[in-house]
């Protein structure tokens, strides 16, 4: 039976079967998506806005530093894009399979939660004013005190989406994601005290950062919508991380649940080609190459008496 090591299973060789293996879950991220689709279509709740709100409600009404468009660049294809680097020298697609799929699935779940939160908050963006009376001329009405909008529908249908802010949740829920990936590709937590590999980490978590508090200098958002924001984003990136990889500071922190567990079954099977599938990893360095040894040395041992 041929090797199990890294290099051994390709997009070409067991891609196919993998994806074949997960088509539930891709078929839920279609799912995501069209809910996503829908809550942006939906109105938001349109919250009462008294003459007195106003006050804090009159900042410009800018255009995105950040644009929209960008957001799933910076947040999705930047990170695919290192995880392809990764395959490209690993050549093991369970890596790359459950790191597309656990990003998708972070980013995916975070744009329908804040999209969800949005519409049923309906709190007024910091530049509603300008939305509502474009030309300044204020009109509220009689009996109740509300705002009547005589501003364009669809961007004061927007004035009221500042809560959470969905540039920042999206931005940490992908680079959050990439985050937690490199921290486990680069062993940054193996107790050697690199902390130069901090930088690394940082790196996108300080990208997504960036995004959040542009929302709050182009005016809008209030500085709570990017808050709650990052804090959602990163939660989500984190619990779907967990999903597909052990955590960072694990000693195979570098690979996925599945990679180990095909080692796992393989050993069952054939424990001698076991031992050279755990060397074969190769990743974790002297220290794990020799605890491999010694495991597996015990295991033939157990075999040799009848006590396994």
């Known amino acids: 039976m041929r090797e199990v090591q890294l290099g051994a299973h390709t997009i070409q060789s067991h891609g196919a079967k993998l994806a074949k293996t997960h088509m539930h879950d891709w078929l839920i991220l279609v799912l995501l998506l069209a809910i996503v689709v829908i809550l942006n279509v939906i109105h938001p709740f349109y919250r009462f806005v008294g003459k007195d709100m106003m006050d804090d409600l009159k900042y410009p009404l800018k255009s995105n530093t950040v644009p929209v468009w960008a957001v799933p660049i910076v947040a999705v294809l930047v990170p695919v894009l290192i995880f392809l680097a990764f395959y490209y020298r690993r050549r093991d697609v369970y890596d790359l399979h459950h790191a597309i799929l656990g990003l998708l699935f972070s980013v995916l779940i975070t744009a329908v939660i804040t999209d969800a939160v ?110 709650a924001g990052a804090l959602l984003g990163t939660v989500a990136a984190g619990f779907c991380y967990l999903q597909f990889f052990p955590a960072p500071y694990h000693s195979d922190g570098w690979g996925t649940y599945a990679y180990f567990q095909m080692l796992e079954s393989r050993a069952s099977v054939n424990p001698a080609a076991g031992m050279n599938d755990e060397l074969a990893r190769g990743e974790g360095g002297e220290g794990e190459c020799s605890r491999a040894r010694s495991h597996w040395a015990s295991v033939r041992d157990g075999l040799g008496t009848g006590e396994v």
Do not use: M
């Not at 309906?122 to 004013?129: C, E, I, S, V, Y």
């Not at 909008?149 to 829920?173: D, I, L, M, N, R």
């Not at 937590?189 to 901090?198: I, N, Q, S, W």
């Open 118 to 227: 949005k519409d049923a908050v309906g709190r007024p963006r910091p530049d509603f004013f300008w939305r509502c009376f474009p030309d300044g001329k204020e009109l509220y009405d009689q009996v109740t005190g509300n705002v009547i909008c005589h501003g364009e529908g669809g961007v004061v249908k927007e004035g009221h989406k500042s809560f959470p802010s969905g540039h920042t949740s999206w931005s940490f829920a992908g680079l959050g994601f990439l985050a937690l990936y490199l921290s486990g590709k680069i062993k940054a937590f193996d107790r050697r005290g690199h902390v130069a590999k901090l930088c690394i980490i940082f790196l996108p978590v300080l990208v997504a950062s960036l995004v959040g508090i542009s929302r709050v200098d182009d005016y809008w958002h209030h500085w709570q919508d990017v808050f």
